[in-house]
């Protein structure tokens, strides 16, 4: 099994944070804004790995920060402190030291994103297919009927109509836009996958599929991929270990299974008990 | 001498109810060991904590005291007790197979599927796979009419068999059984013994839980019997301020 992120010590302090905000925040504090500074302390300290091929679930209740692990490590947002490495098989990359050009490299080639709102992950302006066209061009793909060959194969992968490709996403249900943001993320077949919530608040038969999706492209692709949801159905599903998060820290982490069956920390108790 | 696959020393398992103020005690004092070709069986009042063992050897529970010691298949012992993540996961994969009580697997899959998984998981080609998994699941009697559909709708019995079909299949070197044959019906539990002295002859360690002394005399090479926990009040008092939640946060 071959590492390909080590995340260490990854911090976001929304505000200016001043030297109490950590003792001040997280789950004992029962509260992420810093008291004395009124700074937001999202996240703090957040280790992890992640291996080839494997999917990790960050868990936690809304606002724990989970959302914003994936928002940094995507370069949406940059960190306050902490470190990532980046591992191809010829070359590490200190994700954070990297400059502008070489973020966007990485962000359009080796990684994807799927957001639970489609509106973050794909631009309404164009049709289904251009969406997939534009993250093609972006990773050096220009001949035109490459692209739409490419953009047909993947939006049929997905399972959306392709007599519906030159439609605006806007035109779709929300599955079907969640189905486009696969197929976008995937164009570039990328090692690394972040999953934001990308079943929540579709209907349980639309979820169903989109799971089923996301598990048989990870069997035929071997892509890794961090899994953010505060399913715990998603989590067992998908997942192989988790990582709890509450107040930005993470609490707990573990085989999944084991997290589900014998949960060590109160609020994980608490979350299991009331799912079951 | 035999050297054994699995040694267990000391083993305990309680669970700590943060909300409740509680400590439930399951297993205390487990000592046991498993040999290849040999089937180690586990019996003892319900309660005496004989699925927390088992679940403590795969991690599905974290040991609370004792250890594990499993020899891989190069000749190294590890502790599973504190073994990292990705060992366990790697171990569970190539090495260790659990049949549990109740059956977990991805839904909307065919039974075909579900019993091939292991071995495609381990690389096996997909038809291959298919193939032995259809012939364990002939082997265990189940109607060739449900093999393409998914086993949520199954009855308890035919839920079981495919249960031990999937574990069956992979021939892991540990294969742990959790009562495998508790809801079958005379024919088929007569088969499932008869697959489990098969597997016994080819190398695999076994450490089941059994409840029938008939079955355990039959099948058991060694027997190890548990026995209830302390009461209550004494493990609160002995126990709770020995354990510590896990302080490692890193995954």
């Avoid at chain 2, 398992?13 to 180690?40: A, R, W």
């Avoid at chain 2, 499932?192 to 002295?197: D, F, L, N, P, Q």
């Amino acid at each position: 099994m071959r590492k390909i992120l080590e995340v260490r010590n990854l911090s976001k302090i929304y505000g200016k944070g001043c030297p109490r905000c950590i003792e001040s925040t997280g789950p004992e504090q029962e509260t992420n804004m810093c008291p004395y500074c009124g700074s937001v302390v999202a996240i703090h300290d957040v280790s992890f790995d992640l291996h080839a091929g494997e999917i990790l679930g960050l868990m936690g209740e809304s606002g724990s920060g989970k959302s914003t692990v994936v928002k940094n490590l995507y370069f949406d947002q940059a960190p306050s402190d902490g470190v990532a490495r980046f591992f191809e098989a010829d070359a590490a990359h200190e994700m954070f030291q990297l400059n502008a050009a070489q973020q966007r490299r990485l962000r359009n080639q080796r990684f994807g994103m799927v957001y639970q709102n489609p509106h973050l992950g794909l631009n309404f302006g164009i049709s289904s297919g251009g969406n997939i066209a534009e993250r093609l061009l972006m990773s050096d793909v220009s001949h035109y009927g490459e692209i739409r060959a490419r953009a047909k194969e993947l939006l049929s992968r997905t399972e959306v109509l392709l007599s519906r490709m030159d439609e605006s996403p806007a035109a779709f249900s929300g599955g079907m836009q969640q189905r486009v943001q696969i197929a976008k993320a995937l164009a570039t077949n990328p090692p690394l996958l972040y999953l934001d919530e990308v079943t929540t608040g579709l209907d349980l038969s639309v979820q169903a599929r989109i799971l089923d999706l996301i598990l048989e492209i990870q069997q035929e692709r071997n892509t890794a991929m961090i899994v953010v949801t505060h399913d715990l159905g998603v989590i067992r599903l998908l997942t192989g270990r988790a990582l709890v998060m509450k107040y930005g820290r993470v609490i707990e982490s573990g085989l999944t299974d084991q997290i589900l069956e014998d949960p060590q920390h109160a609020y994980t108790q608490r979350l299991v008990a009331s799912a079951l | 001498m035999k050297t054994p696959i699995l040694k267990i020393n000391g083993f305990a398992k309680h669970f700590t109810l943060h909300e409740q103020g509680k400590c439930i005690p399951s297993s205390h004092d487990v000592n046991l060991e498993v040999y290849p070709s040999e089937l180690t069986a586990l019996i003892g009042p319900t309660g005496a904590g004989k699925s927390s063992v088992l679940k403590g050897i795969y991690r599905t529970y974290l040991p609370s005291a004792g250890e594990i010691l499993y020899r891989d298949r190069h000749g190294e012992v590890i502790d599973l007790a504190t073994a990292d993540e990705y060992r366990m996961l790697q171990l569970r994969h190539e090495e260790i197979g659990f049949v549990t009580q109740f059956l977990f697997c991805l839904p909307r899959q065919s039974t075909l599927d579900v019993v091939a998984h292991p071995l495609v998981a381990r690389g096996e080609s997909r038809e291959v796979a298919r193939d032995k998994a259809a012939n364990m699941l002939a082997a265990l009697n189940l109607p060739e009419r449900l093999w393409s559909v998914s086993p949520a709708t199954f009855s308890g019995g035919e839920k079981q068999r495919v249960n031990l079909a999937r574990g069956l299949v992979a021939k892991p070197r540990l294969l742990l059984l959790d009562e495998p044959t508790a809801s079958l019906d005379p024919v088929t539990a007569e088969r499932v013994i008869g697959i489990i002295e098969d597997i016994k002859r080819e190398g695999v360690a076994m450490l089941a839980i059994f409840h029938h002394p008939e079955l355990t005399l039959r099948l058991g090479d060694r027997v190890v019997e548990l026995t209830p926990p302390l009461a209550f009040a004494d493990v609160q008092e002995t126990n709770t301020q020995k354990f510590k939640p896990q302080e490692k946060v890193y995954a």
